[in-house]
């Protein structure tokens, strides 16, 4: 077992890895779309690849009821619980509500979407450039749009992505002082239309428990509370046995 471009292998088995922000001592270690829940023996495994990395604490991804067994077994505890939230195909787009204009996110305007990402979340959910990249390439298709001001400022981006019939609302910012304006709203429903042209037939975006502008604006579009949830784990690697 080693691993390949961010992904360890063990059998059938995968899971992604790679620092949880540029220069941390935190690893991120997830599942892989398509491949089965993680099995204990296969993350512990894992902890032993990133503790001989030199990491000293590991976090998950946003892992489903059905993910976090394996997790749980080697050690992980809860981190975090999230929202998921789930549209289907059929229901209707709201009207797009006046606003800013969308423009393509091109590389160049990057740096100042991650300027709006750090005023918009805490510390622990900001992306820096690796986690950007990251989000972009977590599926095969994927949209990246800023709305820009009259004065050309950003003051929002949203990423979603398309995959295997499935639609994902990766990301969504709007930056403090725009925020109550419609930005995040036109932007979202901007991504969904592009979801259902993709082919997405549901669409599944998640949001931290307490955030309930997010789960508003969300629930306004249509999208509808999964009551299993989602949770964010994490391990210390000086406390979990890694044998």
């Given at each position: ?145 800023v709305a820009m001001s009259r004065k050309r400022a950003v003051l929002g981006y949203s990423i979603c ?83």
């Amino acid at each position: 077992m080693a691993p390949s471009a961010g992904v360890i292998r063990w059998g059938d088995q995968r899971a992604r890895t790679g620092p949880w922000r540029a220069g941390s001592s935190v690893a991120l270690l997830t599942t892989v779309m398509d491949a089965p829940p993680p099995s204990r023996e296969f993350v512990r495994r894992c902890l032993g690849l990133l503790a001989e990395q030199g990491f000293q604490k590991v976090v998950t991804g946003a892992l489903s009821l059905e993910e976090q067994s394996g997790f749980l077994d080697a050690g992980f505890t809860v981190h975090e619980q999230l929202h998921l939230l789930l549209r289907d195909r059929s229901v209707p787009l709201p009207p797009f509500p006046a606003g800013p204009a969308l423009r393509r996110a091109w590389w160049w305007r990057a740096g100042r979407a991650l300027q709006v990402d750090a005023a918009a979340f805490s510390p622990f959910w900001r992306l820096d450039k690796v986690g950007l990249k990251e989000a972009l390439a977590a599926t095969p298709l994927r949209r990246f749009r800023v709305a820009m001001s009259r004065k050309r400022a950003v003051l929002g981006y949203s990423i979603c992505g398309a995959a295997g019939g499935r639609g994902f609302v990766q990301r969504l910012a709007v930056a403090p002082e725009a925020q109550g304006r419609g930005v995040g709203k036109r932007l979202l429903l901007d991504g969904l239309a592009w979801l259902c042209d993709a082919g997405a037939l549901q669409v599944a975006v998640n949001t931290q428990i307490g955030n309930d502008a997010a789960l508003h604006l969300y629930l306004s579009v249509g999208f509808r509370e999964d009551p299993r949830g989602l949770c964010v784990l994490s391990a210390d690697l000086n406390e979990v046995s890694v044998a």
